[in-house]
């Protein structure tokens, strides 16, 4: 069973362009979760997703982010009109339905 | 609302220490604690959990006891190593709710 898979691991992105990271779930897993991570600080819970549901998405930014997570395929966390302050790694999980698992994070830098 | 609070780091110390990382909590119900590790440029990793009061986890020579008097799952280790270095995390999820929190992590050095 192979684990999280996130890609890109590294996304450099100009300011004002769009940045979208994957996250593909462990199988047989149906919750996924978005975490900021920026440097030198803890984890940022961003959102959490069901196959097809937004469940929590109270740590999102209201504006340039979302997430989705269909019924097929990844989930993709998508940043429009990137801002330098964007630059972090961001980790997806995901889980079962008890504890999480993470994948390697993508590394996103806003030039 | 529920969540986790982890004493500040860093934390340095020298090869054979003895490692005690603080982690105190705040929920309702019984929630299942965890502690997490983060090496350079990875991802968290699972290090240890505990489902119930009293439960002991235990992995890689790391410790912890969910203390559910103290609402505490302090991480202890008996000697570290230099490969020990990375950040630790200690969370906790609520049976039956998908909601995880995270503690601000610790970083640990361990000097040769």
């Known amino acids: 069973n192979a684990g999280v898979m996130q890609n890109p691991r590294h996304l450099v992105r100009r300011r004002g362009q769009e940045a979208r990271l994957r996250c593909s779930p462990m199988k047989g897993h149906s919750h996924v979760y978005w975490y900021r991570q920026l440097p030198e600080e803890g984890l940022k819970f961003m959102v959490y997703?069901?196959?097809?549901?937004?469940?929590?998405e109270s740590g999102m930014p209201k504006e340039r982010f979302s997430a989705e997570f269909p019924k097929e395929g990844p989930s993709i966390l998508r940043i429009q009109q990137v801002v330098r302050g964007d630059s972090a790694a961001y980790f997806c999980a995901s889980s079962p339905g008890t504890e999480q698992f993470f994948g390697p994070g993508t590394r996103l830098t806003v030039l | 609302g529920n969540s986790v609070t982890q004493m500040e780091g860093p934390v340095t110390l020298s090869e054979e220490a003895f490692l005690t990382i603080n982690c105190t909590y705040t929920?309702?119900?019984?929630?299942?604690l965890f502690w997490y590790v983060q090496y350079p440029g990875e991802g968290l990793q699972l290090l240890l959990k505990a489902t119930k009061a009293d439960d002991k986890g235990s992995n890689k020579g790391f410790e912890a006891t969910y203390r559910k008097e103290t609402t505490s799952f302090h991480l202890e280790k008996g000697s570290v190593q230099v490969s020990d270095s990375a950040v630790y995390f200690c969370a906790l999820i609520r049976y039956n709710n998908n909601d995880m929190r995270f503690g601000a992590g610790t970083r640990l050095t361990v000097k040769p």
């Open positions: 997703l069901q196959k097809e549901n937004i469940i929590d």
């Open positions: 929920a309702t119900g019984y929630p299942s």
